[in-house]
Antibody, heavy 119, light 113 residues
Framework: EVQLVESGGGLVQPGGSLRLSCAASGFTFSGKWMHWVRQAPGQGLVWVSRINSDGTTTAYAGSVKGRFTISRDNAKNTLYLQMNSLGAEDTAVYYC????????????WGRGTPVIVSS | DIVMTQSPDSLAVSLGERATINCKSSQSVLYSSNNKNYLVWYQQKPGQPPKVLIYWASTRESGVPDRFSGSGSGTDFTLTISSLQAEDVAVYYCQQYYSTPYTFGQGTKLEIK
């Protein structure tokens, strides 16, 4: 089955760190560009970051640049998002998504993992 | 950054009637080299991830009912549902993938009148 499954979300204190994972299956992970998109409670969708197929180029939203790092392990078919210096504004459901090629629309999404930043 | 603005923010339409959602980008998302508009429409239902409806502004995703259609070019786009069904109640988002950051519209909540 073609799917993306996120994990690693949870409750973290302000200023803390968290690493999200996204396990891919059912397709050739190493050939796809991957993204993280987040959605705060009751709010809209916000693109966070993307990484190319071999992990050599990345891009970030201004709100997370310098705090978040996207990476991937093609041998493990897994995408990561290392999040540091977390603040309340980072509270959201984090989705991973793939694109067939860049630039293109996100044609497969995971179900998301929630991140709550609170003391 | 390209700003995506949807209108209206919410919409109530009777079953079987037409629903129209607009999306305007702050700059053109049309690539002249391939004449493609880098614009996608998603549908999101509560507790679910977004689902692709239309990409390249007017290409319907496989499996999406033909009552959904997309139109427009450059900076102005429209998603049309020709005959609203109960299962179409959702929030609809447009998104540009022309350049990073890939920005979304604020969403349009569609309800049954």
């Amino acid at each position: 089955e073609v799917q993306l499954v996120e994990s690693g979300g949870g409750l973290v204190q302000p200023g803390g760190s968290l690493r999200l994972s996204c396990a891919a299956s059912g397709f050739t992970f190493s050939g796809k560009w991957m993204h993280w998109v987040r959605q705060a409670p009751g709010q809209g969708l916000v693109w966070v970051s993307r990484i190319n197929s071999d992990g050599t180029t990345t891009a970030y939203a201004g709100s997370v640049k310098g705090r978040f790092t996207i990476s991937r392990d093609n041998a493990k078919n897994t995408l990561y998002l290392q999040m540091n210096s977390l603040g309340a504004e980072d509270t959201a459901v984090y989705y991973c998504a793939k694109t067939e090629a860049a630039p293109k629309h996100f044609d497969l999404w995971g179900r998301g993992t929630p991140v709550i930043v609170s003391s | 950054d390209i700003v995506m603005t949807q209108s209206p923010d919410s919409l109530a339409v009777s079953l079987g009637e037409r629903a129209t959602i607009n999306c305007k980008s702050s700059q053109s998302v049309l690539y002249s080299s391939n004449n493609k508009n880098y614009l996608v429409w998603y549908q999101q239902k509560p507790g679910q991830p977004p689902k692709v409806l239309i990409y390249w502004a007017s290409t319907r995703e496989s499996g999406v009912p033909d009552r959904f259609s997309g139109s427009g070019s450059g900076t102005d786009f429209t998603l049309t549902i020709s005959s609203l069904q109960a299962e179409d109640v959702a929030v609809y988002y447009c998104q540009q993938y022309y350049s990073t950051p890939y920005t979304f519209g604020q969403g349009t909540k569609l309800e049954i009148k």
